[in-house]
């Protein structure tokens, strides 16, 4: 009795242990942020030669032999986990089943991932955004124009700890000036100097007498000095301003620094009554401490200061490809990319946004389905042992056989 009786058995014995591990794999990596699940699928092994034989009509015909089963492991790329809120300020989930992030390893390898549980690391002096593997998450850098980087690399957080004052350089107030009853009406206007984090500039109509509807403008500031030409404010008999509609002024600091403001006072009226609701608008700022970093909605990491301002470090690099499924998975949470994947674009750029794709303070589950695992365990466990008894079978018949010939 040939030997080869054994051979589909002893195939199919290690086709469903490669099977229980693709089941144990899954389960084990149920709460693994970002894991896609693997499916063990099995093939036919065939003979490698055809058999031949000629009939009486000497015609031929050909088969192949069938001698057991071998498998391969497919990933659930494009199945996607499900997002729940972590509250960290470095995770983010991915919304598009076709979109991962960009990491790099300590040579310079690029993996893609869906695992956004991101972290800081000091990496040659320097705090990176890694992955929970160590590895540099990939982005492009705020340069000194504000503007980000073309091309990829790893994100650095590099900010300072304290963010200087912004001078104003641009104000807009709306006003009234009451047309009776007053010589003089004063508006303050909140500005800010290069070291200054903000002084009341007092802005004072002064009603001239010589002439209808006109006032003498001044500006006053404690620890400054406010210089400008000689204004005269004009009004029309209905109440609106006439000119001037802009006024330049510089203000000298005590500290010694000055900044230049364009002030619009298009919007001020001459009307009966009271001051009424002043309006001022500018685009000054105090100074602030630095609070903390995190990731926004559009992929950009922040530094936010004790001034309710921020300052943008870097955009997160998320591509997608145009075969996804072709992506070689490294380990469950890690893919490399080779040409079969097609054209790899990117969703947020660095002058592209990916619309409604990130959750912030948040992660992307497995996509293991523990129903369907243990299903398949109990499939896997119950073909192991038919397999077992083939085996088992197969050696007694050869038992058999061998007690015959003795």
């Given at each position: ?360 303070q948040s992660l992307e589950g497995s996509n293991v389905n523990l129903e369907q695992e243990f ?32």
């Amino acid at each position: 009795m040939a030997l080869s009786i054994f051979f589909p058995s002893v195939t199919g014995l290690d086709a469903q242990s490669t099977a229980l591990g693709s089941v144990s794999d899954n389960i084990a990596n149920i709460r693994t942020t970002g894991y896609k699940a693997a499916d063990t699928l099995f093939y036919t092994l065939l003979g490698s030669q055809p058999i031949s034989k000629n009939n009486a009509a000497g015609l031929s015909s050909s088969r192949v032999d069938v001698s057991g089963v071998g498998t391969y492991t497919r990933y659930n790329i494009l199945q996607a986990g499900e997002i729940t809120s972590t509250g960290n300020v470095y995770d983010v989930a991915l919304e598009d089943s076709n979109a991962f992030f960009m990491v790099t390893d300590e040579y310079g390898q690029t993996y893609y991932t869906r695992a956004g549980d991101f972290d800081t690391l000091p990496i040659d002096g320097k705090t990176a955004l890694v992955n929970h593997n160590g590895y540099a998450v990939q982005g492009f850098q705020v340069q000194e124009d504000g503007t980000f980087a073309q091309t990829p690399s790893d994100i650095i957080l590099a900010f300072e700890d304290h963010m200087a004052s912004v001078p104003t350089s641009d104000v807009e107030i709306t006003a009234n000036v009451p047309a009776t009853g007053v010589n003089t009406s004063t508006y303050g206007i909140t500005v800010y100097g290069p070291e200054n984090d903000g002084a009341t500039m007092n802005m004072i109509f002064n009603k001239n007498h010589d002439a209808v509807n006109t006032w003498n403008v001044s500006f006053a500031i404690d620890g400054a000095e406010v210089v400008a030409e000689p204004i005269e404010a004009k009004f029309s008999p209905d109440g609106k301003l006439v000119s001037p509609q802009e006024i330049n002024l510089t203000v000298n600091w005590e500290d010694g620094t000055s900044n230049t403001i364009s002030l619009d006072i298009s919007n001020m009226t001459q009307y009966d009554g009271g001051d009424g609701e002043v309006y001022v608008s500018q685009d000054g700022a105090p100074g602030g401490d630095l609070v903390g970093s995190y990731i926004d909605s559009d992929g950009i990491l922040k530094a936010e200061y004790t001034n309710n301002r921020t300052l943008n470090v870097a955009k997160l690099a998320v591509v997608s490809f145009q075969a996804p499924e072709n992506l070689v998975p490294v380990s469950g949470t890690l893919f490399e990319a080779y040409s079969d994947v097609g054209n790899t674009s990117y969703v947020i750029g660095p002058d592209t946004v990916g619309s409604n794709l990130l959750r912030t303070q948040s992660l992307e589950g497995s996509n293991v389905n523990l129903e369907q695992e243990f299903s398949e365990l109990i499939q896997v466990q119950r073909a192991y042992n038919l397999n077992s008894n083939a085996f088992t079978v197969a050696n007694e018949m050869t038992s058999v056989a061998i007690d015959l010939k003795s």
